[in-house]
């Protein structure tokens, strides 16, 4: 049973616009959640987290948003920008727990 | 720079064929965790090393094995792979924070 769902594979976005990425999750014990990027050939690199008990975080261009209630996040990157064409990976660290849990990935294109 | 390095970045093996995967870290992280990604799918937790503490997760097979001989290093050993074992293998560290430091990880075909 997967935890934590990327329901996107992927996303074409135009430079400039707002890109909006989305992650489900079934359990309720995680104590921060956390998006990724990855780059082909590169290994996945830090890009946001959110405690549980937040509903926002921002840091630049990426807000990212934690609905509770709907066991929803999500990552929001505004303006986008060709660079941020990548695989992006939300995940989630069990309480207690030393480990992440990842979604599938999406893949978001930036078009110029 | 500080770093989580692996080594190889592609690795062949035979059906059958043991092999390990290496990952070495400059960043003086005191865990060190080994995932699989196949195609699409999300990484994988197999186990990890809190200092010296070895976890591993319940559902990884018991043809993967993992030793950390220092803090620097950590290696993943496949005693028998098979074609279903070919994925990228992810090496990370953490400081016992939530934040994971990922390597650019080992894609290892098997034949």
């Known amino acids: 049973d997967q935890q934590v769902k990327q329901n996107s594979p992927s996303l074409s976005v135009q430079e400039g616009r707002i890109s909006i990425l989305n992650c489900d999750y079934t359990?309720?014990?995680?104590?921060?959640f956390l998006w990724y990027k990855k780059y082909p050939a590169e290994g996945p690199t830090f890009l946001i987290s959110?405690?549980?008990?937040?509903d926002k975080n921002e840091d630049g261009r990426f807000t990212v948003f934690l609905n509770k209630s709907a066991k929803h996040l999500s990552l929001h990157i505004v303006p986008s920008q060709p660079g941020d064409s990548a695989v992006y990976f939300c995940a989630a660290t069990p309480q207690g727990a030393q480990k992440l849990v990842f979604g599938q990935g999406t893949r978001l294109t930036i078009n110029p | 720079d500080a770093m989580v390095i692996q080594n190889p970045r592609y690795q062949v093996t035979q059906f059958g064929k043991p092999v390990t995967l290496s990952c070495s870290q400059t960043?003086?992280?005191?865990?060190m965790y080994w995932y699989q990604q196949k195609s699409s799918q999300a990484p994988k937790l197999l186990f990890h090393?809190?200092?010296?503490?070895?976890?591993n997760e319940a559902d990884t097979p018991d043809n993967f094995q993992s030793r950390r001989p220092n803090t620097s290093f950590c290696f993943l050993d496949i005693r028998s792979p098979g074609l279903g074992d070919a994925a990228m293998y992810l090496c990370?560290?953490?400081?016992?924070?939530?934040?994971?430091?990922f390597g650019p990880g080992t894609r290892l075909t098997v034949t």
């Open positions: 990370a560290t953490s400081s016992g924070t939530y934040e994971q430091y």
């Open positions: 960043l003086n992280h005191n865990v």
């Open positions: 959110i405690s549980s008990i937040k």
């Open positions: 359990n309720s014990m995680f104590d921060y």
């Open positions: 090393y809190y200092d010296k503490d070895f976890n």
